[in-house]
Nanobody, 120 residues
Framework: QVQLVESGGDLVQPGGSLRLSCAVS????????MSWYRQAPGKERELVAS????????NYADSVKGRFTISIDNARNTTYLQMNSLKPEDTAIYYC?????????????WGQGTQVTVSS
């Protein structure tokens, strides 16, 4: 079975940094996309960043461009989100999402989320 487990969320001061990790198991797609979403209370779920399995394509929300970086370590089956220059508006639960296609059918798997709080 596919499992995604996020970790690394914490309380951090504005301007600080965090690195979130997403450990993936049971996922065998050769071509896939890993993404990070976030959701704060009273706000819509937001796509933060995504990256392809080959590492050649990455996309970021305008609000995090230049501050966040997504990376995929295939050897360790782990996806990371490096977050720098954090702002209070980055406060949210962050979710790791794996998406793959097998024989033309799309599959999507979500982790349970990890809390990031940016506050002074």
């Amino acid at each position: 079975q596919v499992q995604l487990v996020e970790s690394g969320g914490d309380l951090v001061q504005p301007g600080g940094s965090l690195r979130l990790s997403c450990a993936v198991s049971g996922f065998s797609f050769s071509d896939y996309v890993m993404s990070w979403y976030r959701q704060a209370p009273g706000k819509e779920r937001e796509l933060v960043a995504s990256g392809s399995s080959g590492g050649s394509r990455t996309n970021y929300a305008d609000s995090v461009k230049g501050r966040f970086t997504i990376s995929i370590d295939n050897a360790r089956n782990t996806t990371y989100l490096q977050m720098n220059s954090l702002k209070p508006e980055d406060t949210a639960i962050y979710y790791c999402v794996a998406m793959g296609i097998q024989w033309g059918v799309a599959y999507e798997y979500w982790g349970q989320g990890t809390q990031v709080t940016v506050s002074s």
